[in-house]
T-cell receptor
Framework: SQQGEEDPQALSIQEGENATMNCSYK?????LQWYRQNSGRGLVHLIL?????REKHSGRLRVTLDTSKKSSSLLITASRAADTASYFC????????????FGEGTQLTVNP | NAGVTQTPKFQVLKTGQSMTLQCAQD?????MYWYRQDPGMGLRLIYY???????DKGEVPNGYNVSRLNKREFSLRLESAAPSQTSVYFC?????????????FGPGTRLTVL
């Protein structure tokens, strides 16, 4: 069954703007991982946030986790054309180990 | 390091033909995975291998077989291809099967079954 579900399905912004993507999941998690996929390429790991963390930063990325709402958000600040990609969340659960369940992703387009 | 490599990059098959997708990693990882990615369906796990010598079914294993040839290599075989298997296939690896382990993905194989 699909666990991580990203929202919105597509997002188009101008360079320099911030982009926010959301992820919802259904059951308890150990962590949530965000990945990026450039067109025609494999997924690349961006950031992992553990279930006991509320916020995490990595460069221009900011991830929040609300376990009470079973949701996470990925914020990309000061976006660049090179950020154009699909973004996926994958949930890590103790029962399934590293076998993540991915949603359909959010397609982000950053216009120059 | 090449990371995770996959061959071939593209393949066209006729219904009923067989083929093997190859995957290799040079990161000394114990665990490896095969996913398929379809429009509107996201990535779905086909099979995985927790460690050398073991394989297990994922979410959508029907129509596929796998072999963990050694620690580096994990192949996916389609015995009798069907149009429903038209997809992009990704191989991935991780250090182990822990929930916190990051997965590293290959570039994918785009398969079309006519």
């Amino acid at each position: 069954s699909q666990q991580g579900e990203e929202d919105p399905q597509a997002l188009s912004i101008q360079e320099g703007e911030n982009a926010t993507m959301n992820c919802s999941y259904k059951t308890s998690i150990n962590n949530l991982q965000w990945y990026r996929q450039n067109s025609g390429r494999g997924l690349v790991h961006l950031i992992l946030i553990r279930s006991n963390e509320r916020e995490k930063h990595s460069g221009r990325l900011r991830v929040t986790l609300d376990t009470s709402k079973k949701s996470s958000s990925l914020l990309i600040t000061a976006s660049r054309a090179a950020d154009t990609a699909s973004y996926f969340c994958g949930d890590g659960r103790e029962t399934s180990g590293s076998r993540l369940t991915f949603g359909e992703g959010t397609q982000l387009t950053v216009n120059p | 390091n090449a990371g995770v490599t996959q061959t071939p990059k593209f393949q066209v098959l006729k219904t009923g033909q067989s083929m093997t997708l190859q995957c290799a990693q040079d990161m000394n990882h114990n665990s490896m995975y095969w996913y398929r990615q379809d429009p509107g369906m996201g990535l779905r796990l086909i099979y995985y291998s927790a460690s050398e010598g073991t394989t297990d079914k994922g979410e959508v294993p029907n129509g596929y077989n796998v072999s963990r040839l050694n620690k580096r290599e994990f192949s996916l075989r389609l015995e009798s291809a069907a149009p429903s298997q038209t997809s992009v296939y990704f191989c991935a690896s991780s250090e182990d099967l822990r929930a916190t382990d990051t997965q590293y993905f290959g570039p994918g194989t785009r398969l079309t079954v006519l």
